[in-house]
């Protein structure tokens, strides 16, 4: 195969030659990732082309990814436990899909490029130059004003190294205003001189920062003397060739290469609606987290089917990207690869700003072009970014970033039956679709064309433009309320791991909300007070609790297991095949981690999962639900609890659900002792150690908290962040010791699946019936002081005043935790035959101050 720099080569004598130490095989290994071709800059005339970016050469989409993803794992492997601690940064516009793919690789870093579409109303955290660009300016627009702000490694990823002056700009202004120790440059290529590369350690020096360099392959261009002369002559005359060519047929004039012109005849363009999930980024360009990307991971195959059933036989299809919109068709293209039986092909590029020579020659990188007008001039203001004239040397230098000429290349002559252009909103112009845009000009060379919008993300603080077309919609609840905000996330808000929870809650660390047992007990029980209304004191364990929940973790951590595989595999069998987890906060957080974490494990399926307050007597955070409608189809949401007891929860649910459309009210838990619902992991009252803690086994985070001084009617409602537990945190060995399990339950699981699928599981409300039988029985008249189970008659021990604890005769090591409480607290524990639970919390009925728990004066002052 003849190498498609041959042509520069022979005619300009430009050489690859391979690093230092490479061998002979370096300048083969060059050739694999690079071809060379020629453009009018009067400082640099030969360009280096990838062969792997899918930008300018059509790829397979699983390569480009791939690649990306595979340098991103050496990244992780690089920074080891301060991965958490990253940001992952690429460069516009080239680079800002293979930086994606990188932040996918490191996984669990947010990632962010540089753009530059300006977005009024998004304040910039930085800025930098491109000194060898004639469109230089990179701007940083990040939705979080504090992505910049931590001292954890800063990843830099771009597509090649020439002479290092980018990084060098970006390094020196992001250091000047953030500080920070550890940068990671990661490229497809390093191509920069010796003197070059001595030139940026010289630089990391003078800054006291360590600075690694990642790449696939590097080398350097060997260049003789006059080849800028030369190069650029050879420019002058093909350009006026196809010029002359142009003018002589039937007036084409903006033809290059004998790749434009009009449409054909009867070729018309098909819009398709992706589906693209409500509020999720169409890229990195404000910001992109791993809970987006699990969004975006559950999302892909609904979309790729969508196109697959449009394109229907199409043999060699291409989705073409969008200049800075790489990232989501590259995702496409990988899914539709995926899922397109053979023969078919499927290829991936994108367009671009940068004019490049076209030469049809088998060994030269860039044989065809397109030309067309740009189609995102909304998001610039007029008179901006429409220079004309010569352009620099940089990877995107073209004719100004909002108006002027774009391309696509290679894409005429390539042989495809089908191309998927995919573009955000705001581009979705009147350009695009004019007789000389580009619709038009794929229309020209390809039988079928499809178009996909992805909604243009704006954060909340955004001024959509103005344009003839209606601003972008990934805010829908903009128009009845105001926009709510992101979801709260670890390390920042909770010790669980960003990805494997979202709290739809807001901070209130900072504010006093504990109150003595007792004196919230009175509250309560007189009216005062909502139990929402107030925080109890975070109970202390004892060494000898604290070695008893060990003890119980141990024992059940295997019988978790099951009930976890049980009714996750559940879920995904009856309820939806990409569930979107919302767990109850925050009993039923854990148990949502640790569905995810079964998905994952046994599926790899990443599903997205957040915790939302409900509250007994006032309903589900409404805030929270609408903003889930936002974000995700309702139908796909699936509410999680730990256990039920009487069902109080369950029915509070399904009442707070009838005000929103498409949600299904029915609740999954790991037990259902009470016969309550459908979907769970065991009906079998035992011990789940994580009711035996308060917060140091839900994330250091407290119960929610509902008061109209705080939540106001347009907030999420509240909880604390207990970072001082940190000391006594146990969440992740309950989530590791349990999951550390799963392997060895899979039999039981898939066992006890098929024979739950096919029973019948319709509630029986038992546990409602025994409360109110046992309230009766024990005079106390009120239900909500009846708490079934072991873990509601734990929650009774560690934050209410009990009264007395019934156990079932003959229970034993589940209750042993409960009778230790119940001894240091002075409650006396009646065994009673056949209970139908394991055991029951009574709190103490008619309280007044001076009760304790189990003296009786309540009751005597009746």
């Known amino acids: 195969m003849v190498w498609s720099g041959t042509w520069v080569a022979e005619r300009l004598g430009v050489e690859l030659a391979g690093g230092a130490g490479d061998g002979p095989e370096g300048g083969e290994t060059l050739r694999d990732l690079l071809g060379l071709a020629l453009r009018r800059n009067p400082k640099r005339a030969h360009l280096l082309v990838s062969n792997i970016l899918g930008k300018h050469v059509p790829q397979h989409p699983g390569l480009v990814y791939g690649t990306g993803v595979a340098l991103g794992e050496r990244v992780r492997t690089l920074l080891g436990p301060d991965v958490a601690r990253a940001l992952v940064l690429g460069y516009a516009e080239t680079a800002t899909g293979l930086g994606h793919a990188v932040a996918d690789g490191v996984r669990d870093a947010p990632y962010l490029h540089s753009t530059r579409r300006p977005v009024p109303g998004v304040a910039r955290a930085g800025g930098f130059e491109e000194s060898h660009s004639h469109a230089t300016s990179h701007l940083l627009l990040p939705e979080?004003?504090?992505?910049?702000?931590?001292?954890?490694?800063l990843v830099l990823v771009d597509d090649e190294f020439s002479t290092g002056n980018t990084v060098l700009n970006t390094i020196r202004a992001l250091h000047e205003r953030y500080p920070r120790s550890w940068y990671v440059i990661v490229a497809l290529v390093d191509m920069r001189s010796a003197a070059d590369r001595g030139r940026l350690a010289e630089f990391a020096a003078e800054i006291g920062a360590r600075v690694d360099l990642i790449a696939l392959a590097s080398g350097t261009v060997v260049l003789p003397e006059g080849v800028l002369e030369k190069g650029q002559a050879l420019v002058a005359e093909y350009e006026a060739g196809a010029a002359g060519a142009a003018a002589a047929g039937a007036g084409e004039s903006r033809a290059a290469s004998g790749a434009s012109g009009a449409a054909v005849p009867g070729r018309s363009v098909t819009r398709v609606d992706l589906g693209w999930p409500e509020g999720l980024p169409d890229g990195g360009r404000h910001g992109f987290t791993p809970a987006h990307r699990a969004r975006l991971e559950t999302a892909l195959p609904g979309m790729a089917a969508t196109l697959a059933a449009e394109l229907g036989g199409a043999g060699n299809v291409l989705v073409l990207g969008f200049e800075e919109l790489m990232y989501a068709p590259l995702r496409l293209a990988g899914e539709l690869e995926r899922i397109l039986p053979a023969p078919a092909e499927v290829r991936y590029s994108t367009t671009t700003r940068s004019p490049v020579l076209a030469?049809?020659?088998?060994?030269?990188?860039?044989?065809?072009?397109?030309?067309?007008?740009?189609?995102?001039?909304?998001?610039?203001?007029?008179?901006?970014?429409d220079e004309t004239g010569e352009t620099g040397g940089g990877r995107d230098a073209g004719h100004g970033d909002g108006r002027g000429d774009r391309y696509a290349y290679n894409v005429a002559g390539g042989?495809?039956?089908?191309?998927?252009?995919v573009v955000d909103s705001l581009a979705d112009s009147a350009e695009l679709h004019a007789p000389d845009g580009l619709l038009a000009r794929l229309a020209a060379h390809v039988p079928r064309v499809v178009l996909a919008v992805v909604p243009t993300y704006l954060p909340a603080s955004a001024t959509p433009p103005a344009s003839h077309l209606p601003p972008p919609t990934n805010h829908p609840e903009r128009q009845e309320h105001p926009m709510l905000p992101e979801p709260l996330r670890g390390p920042a808000f909770s010790s669980y791991a960003a990805d494997e929870v979202g709290w739809l809650l807001q901070d209130l660390s900072d504010v006093e909300l504990e109150a003595p047992t007792e004196e919230r007990e009175e509250a309560i029980q007189s009216g005062g007070a909502h139990y929402a209304e107030s925080l109890p004191v975070e109970y202390q364990p004892s060494e000898q609790y604290q070695e008893l929940f060990k003890a119980a973790l141990e024992t059940s951590a295997a019988r978790i297991a099951r009930a976890v595989g049980t009714?996750?595999?559940?879920?995904l069998a009856e309820r939806s095949p990409h569930p979107v987890l919302v767990s109850l906060a925050r009993a039923g957080t854990p148990v949502?981690?640790?569905?995810?974490?079964w998905a994952q494990h046994r599926h790899g399926l990443d599903l997205p999962h957040y915790a939302v307050s409900i509250v007994r007597g006032r309903g589900i955070d409404a805030n929270a639900v609408r903003w889930l409608a936002a974000h995700h189809d309702p139908a796909d949401v699936v509410f999680v609890d730990g256990w039920t007891g009487k069902g109080a929860i369950t029915r509070e649910l399904a009442d707070a659900l009838r005000a929103f459309e498409g949600f299904d009210p029915e609740i999954a838990v790991l037990a259902d002792p009470g016969g309550c619902v459908r979907t769970y992991g065991t009906r079998e009252d035992f011990l789940i150690p994580s009711a035996c803690l308060n917060s140091t086994v839900s994330g250091l985070i407290s119960r929610t908290v509902l008061r109209s001084d705080l939540v106001g009617p347009d907030d999420f409602h509240g909880a604390k962040y207990y970072r001082e537990l940190a000391g006594a945190d146990v969440s992740g060995l309950f989530l590791d010791s349990v999951a550390a399990r799963f392997d060895e339950v899979v039999p039981a699981v898939d066992a006890e699946v098929k024979e739950l699928l096919s029973a019948d599981r319709a509630p029986t409300w038992e546990g409602w019936a025994a409360v109110e039988r046992i309230s009766e029985e024990y005079g106390i008249h009120d239900v909500n002081l009846v708490k079934p189970g072991v873990g509601e008659t734990t929650r009774v021990l560690l934050r209410r005043v009990p009264w007395k604890i019934l156990a079932r005769t003959g229970a034993g090591a589940d209750l042993h935790h409960v009778r230790l409480l119940a001894g240091q607290r002075g409650v006396?524990?009646?065994e009673v035959e056949g209970l139908p639970y394991t055991c029951v919390g009574l709190i103490h009925p008619r309280f007044t101050r001076g009760a304790t728990g189990a003296d009786g004066t309540a009751v005597a002052a009746r």
């Not at 979080?144 to 490694?153: M, N, V, W």
């Not at 397109?370 to 970014?385: K, N, Q």
């Not at 042989?415 to 252009?421: C, E, I, K, T």
């Not at 949502?592 to 974490?597: N, S, T």
């Open 415 to 421: 042989g495809f039956d089908a191309v998927v252009a």
């Open 592 to 597: 949502g981690v640790l569905m995810r974490r």
């Open 144 to 153: 979080d004003p504090e992505a910049f702000a931590g001292d954890g490694p």
């Open 828 to 830: 006396p524990v009646e």
């Open 567 to 571: 009714v996750t595999e559940s879920v």
């Open 359 to 385: 030469v049809d020659d088998p060994g030269y990188a860039i044989r065809t072009r397109l030309v067309f007008p740009a189609h995102d001039t909304a998001a610039f203001p007029a008179g901006e970014g």
